[in-house]
């Protein structure tokens, strides 16, 4: 089982930009990748998955806004977060997924949308 970790999570201004990284510990060309979010208070929700193949699906909320990728040969995915909106608010998590083995999720990073 890959080891998660996010980073690139911060503060900042509604319409503004961030791009969210997911650093594996091994190989994820395997893997369905995803990126969740658990606003307080709210359940957690899945925002944006690709396939081990490169096929992608996002949250209604966040189409057209969120853009995942992957490098499999820097073992990283990506989430391009633009034009966020206060309720982006909420700490992010990636998450892998393999039928062989149980999923593999991150500490989680924060992203706090605000002026």
């Known amino acids: 089982q890959v080891q998660l970790v996010e980073s690139g999570g911060g503060l900042v201004q509604p319409g503004g930009s961030l791009r969210l990284s997911c650093a594996a510990s091994g190989s994820i060309s395997i893997y369905a990748m995803g990126w969740y979010r658990q606003a307080p208070g709210k359940q957690l929700e899945l925002v944006a998955a690709i396939t081990s193949g490169g096929r992608t699906a996002y949250a209604d909320s966040v189409k057209g806004r969120f853009t995942i990728s992957r490098d499999n040969a820097k073992n990283t995915v990506y989430l391009q977060m633009n034009s966020l909106q206060p309720e982006d608010t909420a700490v992010y998590y990636c998450?892998?997924?393999?039928?062989?083995?149980?999923?593999?999720w991150g500490q989680g990073t924060q992203v706090t949308v605000s002026s």
């Open positions: 998450n892998a997924e393999h039928y062989s083995s149980s999923p593999a």
